[in-house]
């Protein structure tokens, strides 16, 4: 178990070593973020802003433009919140060279409650033009993406979790930028998922096998450019989907899933996802129970969308 | 380029421009005709004065960088880089049209133009990263921003104030189009800045003021520009928005609406040049 935002943490150091172009901005927030470790290494390439999103995305737009590759580290809630239409113009309409790091995304936030927990990252960026946006399922992900995130040229968001996760991927399963990967085959349902909710899909597919449905589960890492070859191929291959994610449903990863079945090959859908209410304060795992983002909330879904065949 | 000061040349240059401001918006239709013409002897006196750049080679990497954040005076923009030679100056008649690069606001697309601008408060924070970037690179060039004085309202602006003064940006200077009208009256009733030199001197920086329509104060002030070390500086440049149109001058109203044909006209002939 190992969180998201400390593998990226850590990759970010090796990212400064590697490549003396990467730079950090922060507001405010690098200790949670976990910057505090390139801080502490490169105390001369990092640059706590204060707090002011806006004005820590709109410097990072700035030192992009001569070369070097800024980080800029906030939670997605406020990140988003506050810097958005400088995200939308001078990121990406200027097609600028920034990495913005969303982390506190979700409700496994916990204790501190609706403010922070950010449910609407993936639909306020996916419409947004030009923008890369990464999802990893666990800490060993995280790092890689950090990586991958560094090498592409143009604007870049990754969301980060709170809570150590599972790992379920391993150091030799591949990572790239839009496309899913098959974690587990199956014939009857394609269980879509992505972030922490992969570790739960794998548990629904686990339990599922034993009441006789064959589950294939796909990791969707990369949320824009959605992986559309493989979800069509669910589509055709096991007739139905189960899409599962920490963000509401509208505008989420269902959302962009949906419209890729709709308009290609059209079946039955279920949606697993927090549905159109604000999170609250509350222990990460009670949270994901009440607000049905559990393994259970995903069997029962794929039993509902299985009988719709 | 080469920049020698030229007083009588440079007025000669910001009746010309003015001309050419109102015939690109006449052209076009639509456009922001007041806050275009009150930025006139500013960008003259940074493209022609103070700046270092070529316009055969916009990418050149020394050159001295300069961020409209005011991104709908883009006529006065585009007039000045194609005068300067970015490119012909044929192109300024398809400001606006469909498939032209000269778009309504401020476009990187144009050559000469470092960053798009349009919405008002984000030019300050990317032109501190670069003043920022400059320095951890070690590299010798300025960066220069054009805000408008309504644009000050906006938050944003002063984030990037307290950040420019913390990091010591001394490389940085703002230049503040203080015409006093907004798209919908006086700044002063409907958000007031003043005392704005003094907001400016408490967040550290350098003030300057200029009769923003004086070539020889503009000068003044953009020569001062990094004189003191370690703190950013801002050149408040007291303008009329609307200049050098009897009809548009401190007018709101002017904010945004083209001239029509017997408007451009007379504002051509009082600007002493024949319309055909």
Sequence with gaps: MKSTRDAFGEALVELGRKNPKVVVVSGDLEDSTRAEYFKKEFPERFFNLGIAEHDMVGTAVGLSRDGLIPFACSFAAFLIGNAYGLIRIAVCYNNSNVKLIGAHSGLTVGEDGATAQCLEDFAGLNVLPNMLILSPADALEARKATFAMAQVCGPAYMRLGRTPCPMITEGDTPFEIGKANIMRDGRDLTIIATGIMVSEALNAAKALEKERISCRVLNMHTIKPVDKEAIIAAAKQTGAIVTAEEHQLNGGLGSIVAEAVCLNHPVPMEMVAVRDAFGESGDAEGLLKKYHLKDLDIIAAAKRVFLRK | ?276
Excluded at chain 2, 180 to 195: A, D, F, L, R, S
Aim: hydrophobic share 35%; glycine share 10%.
């Design chain 2, 1 to 276: 380029m080469k920049s020698t000061y030229n007083e009588i040349s440079f007025k000669e240059t910001a009746r010309q421009f003015r001309k050419e401001i109102l015939e690109v918006i006449f052209e076009a239709g639509s456009g922001h005709p007041g806050g275009s013409l009150s930025a006139v002897e500013i960008l003259i006196s940074l493209y022609y004065y103070k700046m270092r750049h070529r316009p055969n080679e916009p990418d050149w990497s020394i050159r001295d960088r300069f961020i409209m954040s005011k991104g709908h005076a883009s006529p006065a923009l585009y007039v000045t880089l194609a005068n300067c030679g970015y490119f012909p100056k044929k192109e300024l008649k398809t400001f606006r049209k469909l498939n032209s690069r000269l778009q309504g606001h401020v476009y990187s697309g144009v050559p000469g133009v470092e960053f798009s601008t349009g919405s008002l408060g984000q030019g300050l924070s990317v032109a501190c990263g670069i003043a920022l970037g400059a320095k951890i690179r070690k590299a010798d060039f300025k960066t220069y921003c054009l805000l408008g004085d309504g644009e000050l309202q906006e938050g944003a602006n002063w984030e990037a104030a307290m950040n420019a003064a913390q990091h010591n940006l001394d490389n940085l200077c703002a230049i503040v189009d203080r015409n006093g009208v907004q798209q919908n009256g006086p700044v002063e009733k409907i958000k007031h800045e003043e005392p704005l030199a003094d907001k400016w001197n408490s967040f550290g920086w350098q003030v300057l003021e200029a009769d923003g329509h004086n070539f020889g104060e503009l000068k003044n002030s953009l020569d001062n520009f990094g004189s003191l070390k370690d703190k950013p500086s801002i050149i408040i440049a007291h303008t009329v928005k609307g200049k050098g149109v009897s009809y548009m001058e401190g007018q709101a109203k002017w904010h945004g609406k083209a001239p029509n044909r017997e408007e451009l006209a007379q504002a051509l002939k009082e600007l002493g040049f024949d319309y055909v």
